[in-house]
Structures are given as C-alpha cells and as structure tokens.
C-alpha cells in the first residue's frame, strides 16, 4: 500500500493539473483529494468494526470508476470533465500497484483474480506507528519518488510544451530517480 501522503499528493496534483482554474472551482480540491484516498476507507471498517473485507473491492476499477461518476454527476453543473474525478480516483490503484507488495482486485467484480506488479517500484508504507523508523524511511523514500514527478506533471501540463518548463522541473528529477533506485534495491 501507498502512503496516505502519497494519496493526498496524487489528489492535489489532479487538481492543479487543471489548465483553467476558477475561483468557483476550489472546492474541487477537497473533492479530487478525498477520491484519491477513497479506496482506502476500507480500513475504517477493519479499524473500527472489525470487518475485513476479501477481495478489497474498493481497490477495483469498477469502484473507482463508481465513485468518480458519483462525484461527476453530484457537480455536474460545473463541468468539470469525468476525467478529472476518475484520474484522481484510480491514482490510487496505480500507486497501490506500484508498491507491488499487496495483490489488487482490479478487475472485480468482472473477475476475482488479484493483480501484482512484479516490480515494486514505491516503497510499501510500512506499519502506521510514529516511533517505526521504517515508516519515515518509506515516507521519506516515497515523497522523494512522487512529488518531483507530480511537480513535472503539473506543470507540463499548465506549461503545454518540454521546452516551457521551468528549469527546477527538470532538476527534481534526479532526486525521484535516486529515491525509485534507493526504492527498487530495498528487499521485498
């Protein structure tokens, strides 16, 4: 599994990709974000009635795909494209993927087999404790991946063109390529 500030990252990054913001859309922000992380409300089930669901549908296609039409259709009058909500939404399952610790549903209910990527190119978010040196390790590790790549996204798309990106775009990404290598040699 990802990190929840991988989540929130991925979410935002969604939400300033957008070439034409308006004041009238901010509050899209908390929405892009809370699909970004909606999958993992699975865990509140587990935590709090302790209810463990087998297979994780919500880390399906089909349900981020639902979730996000949900939200098209609940602020349809902004129109904003569906685009918009199912990339922040199925950001999750590609960062979940990417960590290739965890099989993923991702074809439930259409078929009950578990997808795992063969190479685990994000560090997993390790056990949710503060004193686990580990989980900051990871953390650190996963937010050096993610957000110089999320930046490049963003504003290659505000900027349009390769050429037109700042030059700090470009210097980020040795940092994420340092941090996927430091990630990719951690033992799994």
Known sequence: MSSFLGHIASGAAVYLAKKHQHKKSRWLLPVLVLLAIFPDLDYLAFWVFDINFQPRFSHSLWFCLGISGIAWLATWRFRIPFTVFAI????????????????????????????????????????????????????????????PILN???LLSQNGS?????????ALLPIAMLCLFWSISLPR
């Open 88 to 147: 922040a939404s199925c950001s999750h399952l590609l960062l979940d993927f990417l960590v290739g610790v965890h099989p993923l549903p991702l074809l439930w209910p259409f078929s009950h087999r578990e997808i795992l990527s063969p190479l685990g190119l994000l560090p997993s978010a390790g056990r949710l404790r503060l004193d686990n040196y580990y989980f900051w390790r990871n953390l650190f590790m996963e937010s050096g991946i993610l957000l």
């Open 162 to 170: 390769f050429r037109t990106l700042p030059k700090q775009a470009w």
């Open 152 to 154: 490049f996204w963003v």
